[in-house]
């Protein structure tokens, strides 16, 4: 049973949405708010109403009905009282009030530095500032933690000052300290040292933020945890200012994996995959595919040698087991790949070559060859099961259609015109077929005139679709003389899959990824 022991607190909508280049709107929040409750995260940061209009919205839409959390408490972020201004009379403290947000967090000033040249105020006055917030928020019911910003580079200056900010908001009822390395300047074992020494010298709980500007915030974030803290804060992916925050989700899995600490509900955790990427997707930003845990290639494995060791026991070279993430293994196969790296691919792919060492071998030298000439089946997973199916087959293969001959024309008009035109002949279903097609460049002529002349053979086809088209230039000769390799993706509105064409002509790389979606799509279907 999940007790209040332990704090998974998340502020993607509030610290991580300020990273460069993200701006959710409303309907955004009350998605990513949805997601986070779903990985189990215990609070979850909504925004500073009062201060943001689109926050204000958020947590009055919220509280009218429309976010429904299942094991997140939502959180209304806002600052302590103004120097030399009664709290009562604080529009912004009020709005946090009015945010109806059982939860407030206060960000406060803990180093003497920021206080006098920052706040401008007297390091007194600020103490008042905390107490009077805290005093006046929990007065009108409201749990209360706060963020004491700049902690561990004010520590530095003024070992005092920061624990006498904290046992204020004690006094005043604060439930959380957090201690926040706002510049993200320190490193695991100065948060540890300064962790283990504040805990001795107050009694109130402490909590722990990190910024990433060292690449140590996840560290730093389980180092705190190490030296006694019982509150983490982090970010869906790392978002946020700068560097960004503690990545959350590797956060928890360093608590759950790493520490053994039962920090979710339970089966939550194997939602952070899924939510991690669909955080991404609502912020319009590219999934960081090389994330720890929940990254696509975070259990990838494209040397010969691991592979080998995996084909004995995954755990070998996996330091955990990927479906407990939501995640899964995934075998290379390149230059580097050697037989285990074929078996395992090839098992990965439905496909059984336990037994058939002579295509293993057949598929390694092949693939080798060909990625000496450019080919690369690391992201062309179709292409890759369609080379090993052609060995298991050998003389037996039937191939859908066979080529006799496309051409395709580009007509530039005087008025800027342009029209590209393509026309295949093609073998199908024992017939012989000639379509012509128009598209907008000669990729797209060709894929519309192929499918023209197999959907009479294969109806199916009707529902392919291009969805993504990727060109590579390769190193070795220079300009329009290089080789080229094309990757194309394919959906037929239920999967998609990656085909890769290699050629001097961009046209002829094209087409052989072309024909290898449209061979594979046929085989699927």
């Known amino acids: 049973m999940l007790t209040d022991d332990f704090h998974v607190f998340d502020t993607t909508l509030r610290d991580g949405a300020q990273r460069e280049g993200i701006s959710y709107s409303v309907a955004d929040k009350l998605a990513v708010a949805r997601l986070l409750d779903t990985v189990g995260v215990g ?83 600020n103490l008042s500032m905390v107490a009077d917030t805290v005093g006046f928020l929990r007065a009108a019911g409201r749990r209360v933690f706060v963020d004491c910003e700049h902690f561990f580079d004010g520590y530095k200056h003024d070992r005092d000052y920061g624990i006498r900010v904290l046992d204020a908001a004690l006094e005043a009822g604060a439930d959380v300290g957090v201690l926040c390395d706002t510049n993200g300047g320190m490193l695991p074992m100065g948060i540890g040292a ?58 928890i899995g360093g608590l759950v994996f790493k520490m053994g600490l039962d920090v979710l509900p339970p089966g939550t955790i194997g939602e952070s995959v899924r939510v991690a990427h669909a955080v991404a997707e609502i912020a319009n930003l590219a999934p960081d595919t090389h994330a720890p845990y929940v990254g696509s290639s975070a259990f990838a494995h494209k040397a010969g040698l691991h592979a080998s060791a995996i084909k004995m026991g995954p755990e070998l070279y996996n330091h955990m087991e990927p479906a407990d993430v939501g995640n899964s293994q995934k075998i290379l196969i390149t230059e580097m790949a050697g037989r285990a790296s074929v078996e395992l691919k090839s098992t990965e792919l439905g496909l059984d070559v336990s037994d058939r060492p002579e295509v293993v071998g057949a598929v390694v030298e092949k693939v080798k060859d060909r990625e000496a000439s450019g080919w690369s089946y690391e992201a062309a997973d179709a292409s890759f099961e369609l080379l090993v199916r052609d060995e298991l087959d050998g003389d037996a293969v039937v191939l859908p259609f066979a080529l006799e001959s496309y051409r395709t024309i ?116």
Not at 57 to 82: C, I, M, S, Y
Not at 202 to 221: E, F, S, W
Request: proline share 2%; net charge negative.
């Open 43 to 125: 609070f979850i940061e909504g925004g500073w109403p009062g201060a943001v209009p689109k926050d204000t919205e958020f947590f009055n839409r919220a509280a009218d009905g429309e976010l429904t959390l299942q094991h997140a408490t939502l959180v209304a972020f806002g600052a302590t009282r103004k120097a030399g201004v009664r709290v009562s009379d604080d529009a912004q403290v009020q709005a946090l009030l009015d945010s109806r947000a059982s939860v407030i967090t206060l960000v406060a000033k803990s180093d003497v530095w920021h206080v006098e040249r920052a706040l401008r105020t007297t390091l007194e006055e």
């Open 194 to 251: 300064t962790v283990s020494e504040v805990m001795s010298r107050t009694g109130i709980r402490l909590g722990i933020h990190t910024q990433d500007d060292t690449g140590c915030a996840v560290a730093n974030t389980l180092a705190a945890v190490d030296a006694g803290v019982t509150h983490v804060q982090g970010t869906a992916n790392g978002y946020g200012e700068r560097a960004g925050n503690a990545n959350i989700f590797s956060v």
């Open 410 to 525: 580009i007509d530039r008009r005087e008025d800027g015109l342009v029209i590209t035109e393509a026309t295949v002949k093609v073998h199908a279903d024992s017939r012989r077929v000639i379509c012509t097609a128009e598209g907008n460049g000669p990729v797209n002529a060709l894929d519309r005139a192929l499918r023209q002349a197999l959907e009479e053979a294969y109806p199916r086809l009707s529902v392919l679709e291009l969805t993504d088209y990727k060109v590579r230039i390769l190193p070795g000769r220079h300009g329009t003389d290089a080789t080229t390799r094309v990757l194309i993706e394919t959906s037929d509105k239920t999967r998609e899959w990656t085909t890769v064409g290699v050629h001097p002509n961009i046209i002829e790389a094209s087409w052989l990824a072309l024909a290898d979606a449209v061979r594979y799509g046929l085989l699927k279907s």
